[in-house]
Nanobody, 111 residues
């Protein structure tokens, strides 16, 4: 059974930093591209970042230079480090891999 269990997130003031992580099980994590998405209530879920099994990364323009996606294939974990956070980054963040979604983690940035 594929499972993605998220941890981290929380609340921070504008300009601060947070991290969210995702622990995968039930599939060969090292073979899959993994992604982060986010969703603001009432809006569609949007792409944030991805990392391929080879370690190549891609970011949405609105997080470039501020967010870093990384993975530890030995531990089956995916991480999103978020710096210089803005109030508009407030959302529920989801990890995705092997056609499965994590449970979502709230990130709140106050001005």
């Amino acid at each position: 059974q594929v499972q993605l269990v998220q941890r981290g997130g929380g609340s921070v003031q504008s300009g601060g930093s947070l991290s969210v992580s995702c622990e995968a099980s039930g599939f060969n994590f090292g073979r899959f591209t993994m992604s982060w998405y986010r969703q603001v209530q009432g809006k569609e879920r949007e792409f944030v970042a991805l990392i391929t099994n080879a370690g190549s990364t891609r970011y949405a323009d609105f997080v470039k230079g501020r967010f870093t996606i990384s993975r530890d294939n030995a531990r089956g974990t995916l991480t999103l480090d978020m710096n210089s956070l803005k109030p508009e980054d407030t959302a529920v963040y989801y990890c995705r891999g092997s056609d499965a979604w994590g449970q979502g983690t709230q990130v709140t940035v106050s001005s």
